[in-house]
């Protein structure tokens, strides 16, 4: 699922590639999509976007004409519109031409020159979402990334709320206080700390205080406890950093943004560089366990005293390529089990049809057709009760078909 240095990468690519570009006529959404229509047409106008946590904003401002005496025509925009964007599992956006569109293009934006030109929402599993003239939602906190110190205010000012009653692990996930960390991002933050993922959140952020004496690397104040020094990166430098959960859920995200299209770029599949960057996510030698919603937690050593009874580990899954989402591998998987049990069941019948009977087994068998022939010879009470109303029928003078059956009966049971 993308996470908020996917959706500031998102915002990053859409204002680079639609710098200086103008887009025309109206926004078109996909036939299969339950998203909303979006009620905008211009002739001409920018596109911008913005990035707050785990939602994107597309800002449609439509261009005013230098010809003052120019009117806008009936039906076009005026006023720009602000679209929120939730990606879900899979949304991205792609920049390609008409005639390379995305498959799974559900809302489209077109440009004005020739040749046109299409900026698309990508979402293949359509679990994403859109809201034209939305706006943030109000349930989720400050982004981690883009508003660090109301951030860190939101969660030191509200450790007495019930939410931190929980595992720390889980909420890390809560957008109202953690807007922009998933389940990758958790799983390296506390891996570099060091916390067990099933310890009271409260317990291990109890003691931070609202603002950063270490913030943007430099102290803020004289007084720096807590520094530990981690091991040396693969480019030799020794790294320092403060014991500080808040800091580094601004940090290691923004290091992720850092990669650039390494890390993220919807045009190329390559992720060995985001692949190398990850410490423990789907890490070898490193354990997984489910946690109290179900979301895999990976993890070094002791999980912690909060870790759910009879959790058991989710079996391990090759890593698939993270533009791959149409489910293909699981379907061919699913296709060998189904031939598989089906080769089973033809070999079962085979085995059975090959096996010698028994002379007991004869001896039924033969009892059994003796006896259904005899019920097929002979008719039923209710069939020689209806023979006998139709003979009576036509003024009590039986019918012809009567004669004719009884004659058969008669000539079958002589030829006996």
């Known amino acids: 699922m993308p996470e908020g240095p996917e959706l500031r990468l998102a915002s990053l690519y859409v204002n680079k590639v639609c710098n200086g570009v103008v887009f025309s006529g109206a926004v078109r ?8 229509d979006v009620p905008f047409t211009c002739e001409a106008y920018r596109v911008a976007a913005t990035s707050r946590g785990k939602e994107v904003k597309l800002t449609l401002t439509p261009m005013k004409s230098d010809d003052p005496e120019q009117t806008v025509k009936k039906g076009q925009a005026e006023q720009p519109m602000d679209i929120v964007f939730r ?4 949304g991205y956006f792609r920049f390609t031409t008409e005639d390379d569109l995305p498959k799974h293009a559900h809302l489209r934006f077109y440009t004005k020159q020739k040749p046109c030109k299409v900026l698309s929402y990508v979402d293949a599993r359509r679990f994403g979402s859109w809201q034209p003239c939305g706006t943030w939602q109000p349930s989720r906190g400050p982004c981690i990334m883009s508003e660090y110190r109301s951030f860190r205010e939101n969660v030191v000012l509200n450790l007495s709320d019930r939410a931190f009653d929980r595992p720390i692990c889980e909420v890390l996930l809560n957008q ?3 807007n922009g960390i998933g389940n990758y991002l958790r799983a390296e933050i506390l891996f570099r700390l060091n916390i067990p993922p099933f310890v009271p959140a409260r317990t291990v952020l109890q003691g931070l205080e609202s603002d950063d004496l270490f913030e943007n690397g430099k102290p803020v104040k004289n007084e720096i406890t807590n520094i530990k020094t981690t091991k040396k990166t693969k480019q030799g430098r020794v790294k320092q950093e403060m014991d500080d959960l808040l800091r580094l859920c601004h940090t290691v995200p923004l290091e992720v943004v850092s990669l650039g299209g390494k890390g993220y770029d919807p045009e190329k599949v390559d992720y060995s560089d985001f692949e190398a960057w990850l410490q423990c996510y789907y890490v070898d030698g490193m354990k997984s366990v489910r946690d109290h919603n179900g979301r895999t937690m990976w993890f070094k050593g002791d999980p912690g005293p909060m870790v759910p009874k009879d959790s058991k580990s989710p079996k391990a899954k090759r890593r698939a390529n993270k533009d791959d989402h149409d489910y293909t591998d699981k379907k ?12 089973k069941k033809v070999v079962k019948q085979e ?3 090959k096996t010698p009977k028994t002379e007991k087994d004869v001896r039924a068998t033969a009892a059994r057709s003796k006896r259904i022939k005899t019920e097929v010879d002979t008719p039923s009470p209710h069939e020689k009760s209806s023979t006998a109303r139709r003979r009576k029928s036509s003024n009590g003078q039986p019918t012809a078909a009567a004669p004719q059956r009884q004659t058969r009966r008669v000539t079958r049971q002589t030829s006996k």
């Not at 959404?29 to 998203?35: A, H, I, M």
């Not at 061919?332 to 080769?343: A, D, E, I, L, Y």
């Open 176 to 178: 109202k206080y953690f």
């Open 87 to 90: 990606f879900g599992m899979s």
């Open 351 to 353: 085995t059975e049809t």
């Open 332 to 343: 061919k998987v699913g296709s060998k089990r189904s031939s598989g049990t089906v080769n």
């Open 29 to 36: 959404k996909s036939e299969v999509s339950k998203s909303p």
